[in-house]
């Protein structure tokens, strides 16, 4: 199984229409991290969470939310998606040796 | 705030081909240097780092020195295959107390990188 499972792999959605994309990890890392890559823009950071009580936004955290609902679990929710979010989106996780990626999910709002 | 800028891509390139590609960056002080690979259809890959001037990292042939005169830390292998063909991304992060921070990064554009038999 992988260090870090992200569900779905693949999803579309309507605009305005509320989705959760979901992150859990074997690693025992604390700290997890919501990422989204755009073509030309590379990885740019949505929220970080450094443990089961602390949540942070990220660069871009606008119409975004997330939930940490266990050291393993971190949950990504977009409350009314629109067309400009879609992107391929990528949770990590990371302690103070490395950073491990998940495979990410590719989302497309139509 | 702190930013990254690679090269434009995509590279193409034969095989046994010598790489270069170019990142610099910006920030105060005195940050944490990456390369990180994407293979098709996979999340990323730390490739190498670097957490202080002058560090070389390296791995799996490739490596990168961080300069700070010249705020660059640019990837090189001496002789590609095309197994090496994905998607690279130089990030940066800022190092906090104890030690480097490896998950809140911030990244480059990603440079593809395609190797021809």
């Known amino acids: 199984d992988a260090d870090v499972t992200q569900t779905p792999r693949n999803r579309i959605t309507k605009t305005g229409k509320r989705i959760m994309l979901e992150c859990s990890q074997t690693?025992?890392?604390?700290?997890m991290y919501w990422y989204r890559q755009d073509p030309g823009l590379g990885l740019r950071l949505i929220y970080y969470?450094?443990?089961?009580?602390?949540?942070n936004k990220g660069e871009i955290s606008d119409g975004y939310s997330v939930s940490r609902q266990a050291q393993a679990k971190f949950s990504l929710s977009l409350e009314s998606a629109i067309p400009n979010q879609t992107a391929l989106y990528f949770c990590a996780t990371s302690d103070s040796r490395t950073s491990t990626f998940g495979s990410g999910t590719r989302l497309t709002v139509v | 705030g702190d930013s990254v800028t690679q090269m434009e891509g995509p590279v193409t390139l034969s095989e046994e081909a010598f790489l270069t590609i170019n990142c610099t960056y910006t920030?105060?002080?005195?940050?944490?240097l990456f390369w990180y690979v994407q293979y098709p259809g996979e999340g990323l890959q730390l490739l190498l780092k670097?957490?202080?001037?002058?560090d070389k990292g390296s791995n799996k042939g490739f490596e990168a020195t961080y300069r700070k005169e010249t705020t660059s830390f640019h990837l090189e292998k001496g002789s590609v295959q095309v197994s090496d063909s994905a998607v690279y991304f130089c990030a940066l992060s800022r190092n906090q107390a104890g030690g480097t921070s490896y998950g809140k990064l911030t990244f480059g554009q990603g440079t593809i990188l395609t190797v021809h038999p």
């Open positions: 969470s450094f443990d089961v009580k602390d949540i």
């Open positions: 690693k025992g890392h604390d700290r």
């Open positions: 670097a957490t202080k001037a002058d």
């Open positions: 920030a105060t002080g005195y940050p944490s």
